[in-house]
């Protein structure tokens, strides 16, 4: 059998996820298909790759959200909303983690993009001038 690449794996993921398939049953072939080729270490990659498929679509986009404190439910829709501009994709989920060492501010990583406006990344910005 010869390999496919991950792309190809991840475009066929994709695919099937705006076709309505089940994520369970998508997953099993995706998963059949790396043990098979003894490439079970690649599965996490995988799930970039159809994460950066599906941003690449515009069809959804998944983001990681760190701030400093929880967001506020007025806060996040307003996230969701810029980053829906931003990227032009139908929906966005966000992933929110709190880490109180970026002090205030936002950072957000979508598959293919990072912005990062937190006051650490400001103070080290300012350390590297002075």
Do not use: C
């Not at 794996?9 to 695919?15: F, I, K, R, T």
């Not at 406006?117 to 350390?127: A, D, F, G, P, V």
């Amino acid at each position: 059998m010869s390999k496919l690449s991950r792309r190809a794996l991840a475009s066929y993921g994709a695919d099937r996820l705006l076709a309505g398939e089940t994520t369970v049953k998508i997953a099993k072939q995706l998963v059949a298909l790396l043990i098979e080729s003894g490439r079970q270490g690649e599965a996490d990659f995988l799930l970039e790759d159809i994460g950066w498929e599906l941003e690449r679509r515009k069809a959804l986009t998944s983001a990681r959200v760190t701030t400093a404190r929880p967001l506020s439910s007025e806060l996040e829709a307003e996230l969701k909303k810029e980053i829906q501009k931003a990227t032009g994709s139908d929906s966005v989920l966000l992933e929110e983690h709190v880490d109180r060492s970026v002090l205030g501010g936002v950072r957000i990583e979508t598959a293919s993009r990072v912005w990062d406006n937190t006051l650490s990344r400001k103070l080290s910005e300012l350390r590297e001038v002075f």
